[in-house]
């Protein structure tokens, strides 16, 4: 009976060396790419678009940070911005610390 069970071990251990290295390799290489199409492609397209939302930041712009505070920028240096908070208050805050703008969480929601 145990000649049986290692005979049997032998067997597919064999089969398993006989499969081409290119078919043991394809199942990594389908996991990569699902794993780009949910995950890292994404996140790429939601930096760039937050990106190209800090260039197009202009004085005057209402914006939240993303500790969420909300503030109107009246100043903009290169890594800096200064947000008016409430009453004359002023602080500056990293430029890539700004959430985004403060007109799209006050926007009425379209989609009822």
């Not at 043991?24 to 389908?30: H, R």
């Not at 109107?72 to 004359?88: F, H, M, W």
């Amino acid at each position: 009976m145990f000649d049986f069970i290692l005979s049997s071990a032998h067997a597919q251990t064999a089969a398993a060396s006989t499969q081409s290295p290119f078919l043991q390799f394809v199942p990594f290489v389908l996991i990569f790419v699902v794993m780009y199409f949910l995950m890292i492609r994404p996140q790429k397209k939601r930096m760039q678009e937050e990106q190209s939302f800090l260039n197009k930041l202009a004085h005057g712009d209402e914006v939240y940070t993303k500790s969420g505070i909300l503030g109107k920028v009246t100043a903009i240096a290169e890594k800096a911005v200064t947000l008016e908070i409430e009453n004359g208050a002023k602080m500056k805050i990293l430029k890539s610390h700004i959430g985004g703008s403060a007109a799209s969480i006050f926007a009425p929601d379209t989609k009822k």
